[in-house]
Nanobody, 116 residues
């Protein structure tokens, strides 16, 4: 059984940084992409950043230049380095791993609050 465990969320002041981690446990193979989403109160879940098996990355316009996604294939872990955080980055952040066969696994979410 595959489980994704996220960590690294918390309370940070505007302009600060956080690093989120998402580690996959269990048998997992043929990973196509690892993705971070977020959902703010009253808003729809939105894609924040993705990294494909070949290493290509993509970002939402709102986080370009501030967030960086990376992965450690040996550990089946994906990271999200978040710098220059703004109040509008406040949300629950979820990781997703998409594998062959259109199968996706989701983490439980980690709260990020940006506030002074």
């Amino acid at each position: 059984q595959v489980q994704l465990v996220e960590s690294g969320g918390g309370l940070v002041q505007p302009g600060g940084s956080l690093r989120l981690s998402c580690a996959a446990s269990g048998r997992i193979s043929d990973i196509n992409a690892m993705v971070w989403y977020r959902q703010a109160p009253g808003k729809q879940r939105e894609l924040v950043a993705s990294i494909r098996s070949g290493g290509s990355t993509a970002y939402a316009d709102s986080v370009k230049g501030r967030f960086t996604i990376s992965r450690d294939n040996a550990k089946n872990t994906v990271y999200l380095q978040m710098n220059s955080l703004k109040s509008e980055d406040t949300a629950v952040y979820y990781c997703q791993i998409a594998v062959a066969g259109l199968i996706s696994y989701w983490g439980q979410g980690t709260q990020v609050t940006v506030s002074s």
